[in-house]
């Protein structure tokens, strides 16, 4: 009986066991070639990861109430910070104020009225555990004017103590797991403009990193689980773009529009020419075709036709004694920073020596400002802290003259 009762346990823990492994079968996503299912996910960790750097979006701090808020919510006390910005294509406001802790008010359905919105207590964000603050977290906060209303805008405000300075920021992102060949990375994409839906690429130029103004794409190539932001080389992290390059061969991006899942697909992209003329460069681009970066002397390069702006560019040049000049170009990139490749036609241009020389003066009350700046052959402007040999050198030397050619004053630039 005994013998009956010990077999009557082992099936019925044997058909436990398998009831268990068929249920954990059928609720674990499988993971397809090409293919993934998107989820929203929110950042739960204090510091925002790079995946969300470049949809940072300031708003302008203004002295006195803007005309487009309407109404402020009744029993607000304490000072008053006014902020003016963009969201998609909207105008929207912002109140900052602060009583024992500061709490913010934001348009989140663009109707110019804050008397309907709710309020976001500040969540201090420290230097270690006990450590001063290093900034103030508001949020996650959902935005409901985007036109699809299954897209999750949602973001975080960020303000800085003792700074009348407030960024918004992504509070999360869509993420999935692709098979591509025979290894499985993870992507993400993030409604960058929070204009309430994905697909938005980018678009050259753009007037300053971040808020580039467009939806973002990251694959965690090296399966850390955080991807990296580079903005001088290759990256993880770029905007979105038509294509995607990994190792050399291109795949199209297509997300569909209620963000549910994506498709990366090989695609054999037509090409055009880049010519720089055998310049010893390196050059990072952007592009609404793929994210590209050239390396080296060669004369030409091929790249996919599309729109392309030159979000940094390094000049290497060796003098008749052997030693090693470099000079870069961040965002000022002159006419690379926007150009267009197109199919079987050749783009040129000249970067680099010689140089031009400028320089810039600007005067706050009592105090002017004297500013140098170095112009390449294409009107990128490199900066001034050039380097031989992989080291900085002194800061360059000014002498201030009357028109009788007598010295007033001189001294010497400082880096910063």
């Known amino acids: 009986m005994k013998r009956f ?3 009557i346990i082992m099936v019925i823990l044997a058909a436990s066991v398998l009831c268990m492994s068929l249920f954990l079968y059928k609720t674990q996503p499988t ?35 803007p005309e487009q808020l309407k109404d402020i ?29 500061p709490l913010l008010y934001l348009d989140t359905n663009g109707d110019g009225s804050l008397s309907d919105e709710k309020k976001f207590t500040a969540r201090p964000i420290r230097k270690g555990m006990f450590g001063r603050v290093e900034y103030y977290r508001f949020g996650p906060i959902s935005v409901k004017f985007g036109e699809n209303k299954k897209i999750n805008s949602k973001l975080y405000g960020i303000t800085y103590p003792n700074h009348e300075i407030l960024y918004l920021c992504p509070a999360g992102q869509y993420t999935g797991k692709i098979l591509l060949g025979e290894k ?65 061969i291109y795949y199209s991006i297509d997300i569909t529009s209620d963000a549910t899942s994506l ?5 054999e992209p037509e090409f055009g020419t880049l010519d720089l003329g055998g310049a010893d460069v390196k050059l990072k681009l952007w592009s609404d075709a793929a994210e ?16 392309y702006a030159a979000l940094s560019i390094e000049i290497n040049k060796d003098d008749a004694t052997g030693n090693r000049w470099t000079l870069t170009s961040y965002v000022e990139t002159g006419a690379l920073r926007n150009f267009e490749i197109f199919v079987g036609e050749k783009t040129s241009f000249k970067v680099g020596t010689p ?20 112009e390449g052959q294409a009107g ?16 360059p030397l000014f002498r201030l003259v009357d028109e009788a050619g007598n010295v007033i004053e001189q001294g010497r630039f400082e880096y910063g």
Request: proline share 5%; aromatic share 8%; charged share 30%.
């Open 292 to 307: 590209q970066y050239i390396s080296g002397s060669e004369k030409e390069c091929q790249l996919p036709a599309g729109r």
């Open 73 to 101: 919510p009744k029993g607000v006390s304490g000072k008053v910070s006014y902020f003016l910005g963009n969201l998609g294509d909207k105008k929207i406001t912002a109140i900052k104020t602060i009583s024992k802790r």
């Open 380 to 395: 990128e402007r490199y900066r001034a802290d050039v380097r031989k040999n992989s080291r900085r050198g002194p800061a």
């Open 184 to 248: 499985v990375y993870t992507v993400f994409v993030t409604d960058g403009n929070f204009d309430g839906r994905l697909g938005k690429l980018f678009s050259p130029p753009f007037e300053r990193v971040p808020t580039i103004g467009c939806d973002l794409f990251a694959i965690d190539l090296n399966n850390d689980g955080n991807p990296n932001l580079n903005l001088y080389s290759h990256s993880e992290v770029s905007p979105l773009s038509r294509m995607v390059k990994l190792d050399n």
């Open 5 to 7: 009762a010990v077999i």
């Open 31 to 65: 993971i397809q070639q090409g293919k993934c299912r998107l989820k929203f996910k929110i950042f739960n960790k204090k510091d925002i990861p790079a995946t969300a750097y470049l949809a940072y979006q300031p708003f302008q701090y203004e002295t006195k109430k």
């Open 355 to 374: 140089l031009q020389i400028k320089t810039t003066a600007q005067r706050r009350d009592d105090t002017i400002s004297i500013g140098l700046e170095l």
């Open 263 to 267: 498709e990366l697909k090989k695609v």
